[in-house]
């Protein structure tokens, strides 16, 4: 099963975007829900991660204060909800499921460019 991320976009530094990701297609238990984002020439790296209960979130130092991760558990809706976004923050968005050490479920991404 792929994640699907999309609400990307093009933006103004400063701006803000949120992110989604349909995550009905797990039928596997997984231990957390994440982005991962992968700017040209660069290795994909961790953004954001929330626990299976929705009660523990983590985040890169690069975003902290500026990107929020929450889930919908109606809608089984994973989101990146991303203020004052600055032109380092341009990449290809990935949300993806956590098992174990283990990171997988990546979609085609969502392309995020941010304009200064």
């Known amino acids: 099963v792929q994640l699907q991320a999309s609400g990307g976009g093009l933006v103004q530094a400063g701006g803000s975007l949120r992110l989604s990701c349909a995550t009905s297609?797990?039928?596997?238990?997984?231990?957390?829900l994440g982005w991962f984002r992968q700017a040209p020439g660069e290795e994909r790296k961790f953004v954001a991660r929330?626990?299976?209960?929705?009660?523990?979130?983590s985040y890169a130092d690069s975003v902290k204060g500026r990107f929020t991760i929450s889930r919908d558990n109606a809608k089984n809706t994973v989101y990146l909800e991303m203020n004052n976004l600055k032109p380092e923050d341009t990449a290809t968005y990935y949300c993806g499921a956590q098992w174990g050490n283990s990171w997988g479920s990546w979609g085609q991404g969502t392309l995020v460019t941010v304009s200064s």
């Open positions: 297609g797990i039928t596997r238990r997984f231990d957390a």
């Open positions: 929330l626990s299976r209960s929705g009660r523990t979130a």
